[in-house]
């Protein structure tokens, strides 16, 4: 377990803030022969995945689909899609990722309205709906469903009604809300949202889930300038898609991609409604051991996730040098905490194929060991 030398296998149990243990579905389709980016097999792959992932985000959205790259080049990509520089945006900031979002809209050239709550409460969406009325030019307004630097979920489901009448999109953060929590994108209204492969689908990272309503869809049309970024372009990209006889526009990964299907279709197996259950409940489970341990729940109960959990530790313990031995002699990985959490939480993810009560079993074991 100690070496690190290319080539050796590490035998781990991915309970961290992501990536999270992928269904062996998942992994076996790594191994099927790669198809060129055009080829028509490569292309029906992408249809069933947006049929696939329609189901998952709940959603007819036309526009559905999967971008190359990690959870954060969905995000990219909806941003720079979706604004053009000198747009405003409202952002509900609790976290680290309401942060990256602020980040990337700036960088991209955006004003950004902040919204906040302290990292570890949830955002009241009563004042993101206020902060829309006090700048109505806002093009988007963008929350993270499930912020997972502190276990907070965020009320996504009143926002979409409010901003139904107005000129402002949605934007939904659902990387690792989606697959794991409720997430409604046609019922709450939401424009638009992103994901990622690695969190509650169950597949290894590379592929950014993404899904656009037709509020999204006019506004892209209706661009005054090109998005800024030709890669990451969800027009380009959905053209790319549906363009018959198809044409280039980059070499997407057959190998992603069949991967990504395999892992949804043992999730729609299972059926949304049920897997959402399941991480409800080991989520649970593991949260009703934790403080017999001594370690602390950050969020409260009422906007605690199941499928993240963040905890202060036991009282003068040093998480990173617990968290290595988790680490180095049982295998077990969870992240540590991050921003006003850095140094004195645990980040402890139960997602996809490790929403199970194996893995509450085996983690409590190990870290009563560990503790004794
Ligand atoms: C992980 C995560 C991201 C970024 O995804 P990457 O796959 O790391 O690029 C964005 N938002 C949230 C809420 C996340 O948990």
């Known amino acids: 377990m100690e070496s690190t030398v290319a080539g050796m296998h590490e035998d781990r149990l ?5 990536p999270s243990e992928p269904y062996p579905e998942a992994m076996e389709a790594l191994a099927r022969p790669v198809l060129g980016h055009l080829d028509p097999e490569y292309l029906a792959v992408i249809r069933e995945i947006r049929e696939q992932l329609q189901q998952v985000f709940r ?16 995000m990219e990509a909806c941003l720079a899609s979706l604004l053009e520089v000198g747009d405003t945006i409202i952002v509900g900031v609790n976290g680290y990722f309401g942060e ?12 950004v309205v902040r919204v906040e709550a302290p990292w570890g409460t949830p955002i009241d969406p009563a004042d993101l709906v206020a902060a829309q009325q006090a700048n109505p030019q806002a093009a988007v307004l963008a929350v993270v469903a499930a912020e997972t630097s502190t276990g907070v979920r965020n009320d996504v489901a009143p926002i979409g009604p409010a901003l139904a009448q107005t000129d402002t999109l949605l934007l939904v953060d659902a990387v690792t809300a989606l697959g794991g929590t409720q997430l409604e994108v046609d019922a709450w209204q939401i424009d638009a949202s992103y994901s990622a492969s690695q969190k509650c689908l169950g597949a290894p990272p590379g592929l950014a889930p993404v899904t656009l309503g037709p509020r999204a869809v006019a506004r892209m049309k209706a661009r005054k300038t090109p998005v800024r970024s030709f890669y990451l372009d969800l027009g380009l990209l959905h053209e790319y898609f549906l363009a018959s006889p198809p044409t280039y526009h980059h070499t997407a990964s057959s190998t992603l991609a069949y991967s990504l299907h395999a892992g949804l279709g043992r999730l729609l197996e299972e059926g949304v409604e049920q897997v959402w259950a399941r991480h409800d409940r080991i989520g649970r489970l593991l949260q009703s051991a934790l403080p017999e341990l001594g370690f602390g729940l950050i969020a409260p109960e009422s906007h605690r996730l199941p499928q993240l959990t963040a905890t202060t530790l036991p009282n003068g313990l040093d998480e990173g040098s617990l968290r290595k031995r988790l680490l180095a002699e049982y295998g077990i990985e969870v992240g540590g905490g991050l921003g006003d959490f850095a140094g004195r939480a645990w980040r402890i993810g139960l997602m996809g194929h490790a929403a199970t009560e194996r893995s509450v079993v085996t983690l409590l074991g190990a870290v009563r060991e560990l503790l004794a």
């Open 14 to 18: 991915l309970l961290g803030p992501g």
């Open 59 to 74: 959603t007819g959205n036309e526009l559905t689909l999967p971008v190359s790259g990690t959870g954060s080049s969905g």
């Open 100 to 111: 990256r979002l602020c980040e990337v809209a700036r960088r991209g050239g955006a004003e």
